[in-house]
């Protein structure tokens, strides 16, 4: 069980990827996510998405969330550093952004300050399964 977004109604998997969803994609593209967050929770831009989370939760509707494990998978190699998009099954949903030229100069920082932060994330996550 998810979320459905309450402006665009992509499913999201728990609380926090819909937390980062609304926030991401309002950092990013503005509009209608930017508008929705500005309207339910005000000071969203100074919040992690551990404090955001049951703040959106709260405007949100459960849905059905779509999920595959990597046992039930039949080709997924688990290969995701530097994967290009050609190589992700048809199946799984791929954000809809915009090339980075089509953005201003401080969406193009808010996707880079993005990737770092995953690939931070994914370091971090390696060290801990490494122990």
């Not at 401080?106 to 300050?113: P, Q, S």
Request: charge should be negative; charged fraction near 35%.
């Amino acid at each position: 069980m998810g979320y459905s977004c309450p402006v665009c109604d992509d499913p999201q998997a728990d609380a926090r990827h819909l937390a980062n969803h609304l926030a991401f994609t309002a950092l990013v593209r503005g509009g209608d996510h930017e508008a929705w967050l500005d309207e339910h929770v005000p000071d969203w831009e100074s919040m992690g998405e551990e404090d955001l989370a049951p703040e959106v939760t709260e405007h949100a509707d459960e849905t059905e969330y779509p999920q595959v494990f990597e046992d039930t998978a039949e080709s997924h190699d688990h290969q995701h550093k530097g994967q290009a998009e050609s190589d992700i099954p048809d199946d799984v949903p791929v954000a809809d952004l915009p090339d980075q030229g089509d953005l201003s100069a401080e969406a193009a920082d808010a996707v880079e300050r993005a990737r770092e932060l995953t690939r931070q994330r994914h370091e971090d996550d390696e060290g801990k399964e490494s122990q």
